[in-house]
């Protein structure tokens, strides 16, 4: 297969959990070599496997343009920070953790050529915070994917303040070759997407909290009148409720009381009630 001269050559990915095997599958099926690095060889070995899953299921629906040994044949994972050295691009998707995610990057800026370009794929934390902890700044934006990302159709590409103009217009092209829509924004906290998404959850959650109706309910109002695809409470449990409620918290230092977590969120969260990964949230997910 061709790779498409509109995305790098050989793309990384820090982190192979489900947003990041969902990246890595994004740019490896649009013909680009892809290392995901992973923190041990078990953690690399999930990574792998959930990525060969993506790959068969794109093929079995007819959405591979080769076959999935030949786009597997591009596709390897490593513990070894020094297998980033000929990327082009590195995302890196390790946990919504500020000082986590400043390590990582900076971890892996050690091990790129001068023109290579890095990006985080944060849904809410502070883009220009973490550019200015990178030695080259200009090379660094936020790539906020969406889950699932074979599905999704949005990349939300957000500008720190450092960011070069060739950068922002590259990554929007990058955005377009694979297969999706860039929506651009200067950084702020939650950004466009997170900021709206959280917003109406949280309020969601206030409403089952104060017996105004059922998760069912709130997400059927929101699905049949504003022909949402999932509801907000669902769409939580999807993307985790300890995700929500670090967003939320982060939200709430920095813009104020109308994204303080309610107290329905705090509890579930205690009681391991976080959405489809752990079998219940909101809803049932067991079956």
């Known amino acids: 297969m061709t790779t498409n001269l509109a995305i790098p050559h050989v793309v990384g990915v820090l982190g192979g959990g489900r947003m990041g095997a969902g990246i890595a599958h994004a740019f490896l099926v649009k013909g680009a070599t892809v290392i995901v690095v992973e923190r041990d060889h078990e953690a690399a070995a999930g990574a792998h496997g959930r990525v060969a899953d993506a790959v068969a299921k794109s093929a079995a629906r007819g959405t591979l343009n080769e076959t999935a040994e030949a786009a597997l044949a591009r596709f390897s994972t490593s513990t070894d920070y020094e297998s980033?050295?000929?990327?082009?691009?590195?995302?890196?998707?390790?946990?919504?953790?500020?000082?986590?995610?400043?390590?990582?990057?900076?971890?892996v800026?050690?091990?790129?050529?001068?023109?290579?370009?890095?990006?985080?794929?944060?849904?809410?934390?502070?883009?220009?915070?973490?550019?200015?902890?990178?030695?080259?700044?200009?090379?660094?934006?936020?790539?906020?994917?969406?889950?699932?990302?074979?599905?999704?159709?949005?990349?939300?590409?957000?500008l720190a303040k450092e960011t070069s103009s060739e950068l922002a217009t590259t990554a929007k092209s990058w955005t377009e070759a694979?297969?999706?829509?860039?929506?651009?924004?200067?950084?702020?906290?939650?950004?466009?997407?997170?900021?709206?998404?959280?917003?109406?959850?949280?309020?969601?959650?206030?409403?089952?909290?104060?017996?105004?109706?059922?998760a069912e309910d709130i997400d059927a109002a929101m699905v049949l009148g504003y022909k949402h695809p999932t509801g907000p409470l669902r769409t939580t449990d999807?993307?985790?409720?300890?995700?929500?409620?670090?967003?939320?918290?982060?939200?709430?230092?920095?813009?104020?009381?109308?994204?303080?977590?309610?107290?329905?969120l705090r509890d579930k969260v205690a009681r391991r009630e976080l959405g489809r990964k752990t079998g219940k949230g909101f809803f049932d997910w067991t079956d």
Do not use: W
């Open 84 to 107: 980033f050295v000929h990327c082009g691009l590195v995302v890196e998707a390790v946990p919504e953790d500020y000082e986590l995610k400043v390590a990582a990057l900076k971890a």
């Open 109 to 158: 800026e050690e091990h790129l050529s001068a023109d290579a370009f890095l990006a985080s794929n944060t849904s809410s934390l502070s883009v220009s915070g973490l550019a200015s902890e990178l030695r080259r700044p200009a090379n660094f934006l936020g790539l906020h994917f969406f889950n699932p990302v074979p599905a999704s159709t949005l990349i939300e590409v957000v």
């Open 178 to 214: 694979l297969g999706k829509t860039a929506v651009v924004v200067n950084d702020a906290p939650g950004f466009a997407s997170s900021r709206l998404g959280v917003a109406i959850a949280l309020e969601a959650m206030r409403m089952v909290e104060e017996g105004v109706a059922s």
């Open 238 to 264: 999807i993307v985790g409720l300890d995700v929500r409620l670090g967003i939320a918290e982060y939200l709430h230092s920095t813009l104020g009381e109308r994204f303080a977590p309610p107290q329905i």
